[in-house]
């Protein structure tokens, strides 16, 4: 049977860029096996803004989009609002090959497929619809030809398990309209997010080369229990590379909006959509796509915005990497010994500010950053055990202070199961008034 099917639309708030109709079980991420591997670097303090005012950001004519992967259809309004609010151009809807998700919620894109097309909703590229998939090379270049002939559609997959040079432009795949990479969001081994692998396909497909950008990836299930490197200011910085490449690039995708079972979800977790079993993905990551907004501008325009909201982000995992669980029956997943136990910031200063980050009697303090993104973290020992405080002050008076106090998330030295997803939080001056935390 085949892995890919023809996409299913419905016509909601925003222009979807495709239903990939495909199975959820495994997603498969790739890198060329001669990728170079980067240090972890152990300062404790960047200020990426200052680099970027030096940087030649490509203002070019041609228009930057911004996607967004989803995962199921549940709540559409609601996230649709809170997606379109940050610039973000479309969304991927997944659907899997079991009969109620082909015939529920009125996706009968198979009975309606030239209507449904025609829909203002649908999003195109020059007039034609965007045609998209995760997996689908047992259709074959043949089956491909043949989805494009009858549709005329924009063809941008996501395939794995093949020769990439067969995507070359004289080579059998080559009438792809684009390919983006899934895997590339996240690094695929002990090292931080490099672009080795987007140079790589960028070689093999050039300006038809479309990628993603992801803050986060963990899953814990017996079928795959593993962990991607999210340490580094993971999120802040594939941004950064993908708008130092925008002239290259036409396309970025951000995954996931509700991918709870594999923990790179940017949406929040009250809507009661997580899978069965998937006892980990309790911890809003909202604030990652809060964050989100700043470099969506900066990408689709080639000018990061001003900042006039003082803001604090900050994330960090729920307990110790190498503690053992007290009542877990899968054992740690592979990766967990690559993740330092650190709390990671990234702070958003409209001019010179000092913070101070704290977990349990842990902390300290970032004097004098200045306007611009610092990103900073408070490595944690033995005695951190507690709840996250964060503050920021500019010339002795207080702009932001919160804390999860003893009732909110703490950081603890034992955990009944494994969770290596993220906690995720954030404060902004212009929501804080002295004496209220």
């Given at each position: ?113 030239d209507s449904e097309r025609g829909k203002p909703s649908y999003f195109r590229i020059d007039g034609r619809p965007m045609i998209s998939s995760y997996s689908g090379f047992d259709l074959g ?297």
């Amino acid at each position: 049977m085949h892995s890919f099917f023809l996409p299913a639309i419905l016509v909601l708030v925003l222009p979807l860029l495709s239903l990939a109709i495909h199975e959820d079980s495994f997603k498969h991420s790739h890198h060329h096996s001669a990728l170079s591997k980067h240090l972890h670097h152990r300062d404790d303090t960047f200020n990426t803004t200052e680099r970027a005012k030096d940087a030649d950001l490509q203002k070019r004519d041609d228009t930057k989009y911004v996607f967004m992967h989803h995962y199921t259809y549940d709540s559409w309004m609601t996230d649709f609002i809170q997606i379109a609010a940050k610039g973000v151009d479309a969304v991927a809807l997944n659907v899997g090959r079991d009969d109620w998700q082909l015939k529920d919620g009125g996706l009968d894109y198979y009975a309606n497929r030239d209507s449904e097309r025609g829909k203002p909703s649908y999003f195109r590229i020059d007039g034609r619809p965007m045609i998209s998939s995760y997996s689908g090379f047992d259709l074959g270049a043949t089956g491909w030809q043949s989805i494009r002939d009858q549709t005329g559609g924009y063809l941008m997959p996501f395939i794995y398990g093949m020769d990439y040079q067969r995507l070359r432009s004289n080579s059998d795949f080559g009438f792809f309209d684009s390919w983006y990479c899934w895997g590339c969001a996240w690094p695929q081994g002990n090292y931080y997010k490099n672009i080795e692998d987007d140079k790589y396909y960028m070689d093999i497909l050039g300006d038809r080369y479309a990628t993603t950008v992801s803050a986060w990836f963990y899953t814990h299930y017996t079928y795959k229990n593993f962990y991607l490197l999210g340490d580094g200011w993971l999120l802040n910085n594939r941004w950064e590379e993908l708008i130092a490449m925008r002239d290259q690039l036409t396309f970025a995708e951000i995954v996931t909006w509700n991918d709870y079972g594999e923990s790179d979800y940017f949406g929040p977790t009250d809507n009661g959509e997580q899978p069965d079993g998937t006892t980990w993905a309790v911890f809003d990551h909202t604030p990652f796509f809060e964050m989100c907004d700043y470099y969506i501008t900066a990408f689709k325009t080639g000018t990061y915005p001003l900042i006039t909201d003082d803001t604090i982000y900050f994330w960090m995992r729920p307990h110790p990497a190498g503690i053992d669980a007290n009542n877990d029956p899968l054992p740690k997943p592979t990766g967990w010994d690559w993740t330092s136990d650190t709390l990671w910031s990234a702070v958003f200063c409209s001019s010179t500010c000092s913070v101070t980050l704290q977990v349990g009697s842990v902390w300290k303090n970032f004097e004098d950053l200045p306007y611009g993104v610092n990103k900073i973290r408070l490595e944690l020992n033995e005695t951190a055990y507690g709840p996250v405080t964060v503050s920021m002050r500019k010339d002795g008076q207080e702009m932001i202070y919160y804390t999860t106090g003893d009732d909110g998330f703490q950081y603890r030295p034992t955990t009944e199961q494994y969770n290596y997803n993220a906690w995720v939080g954030f404060a902004r001056a212009s929501d804080y008034s002295p004496g209220w935390y």
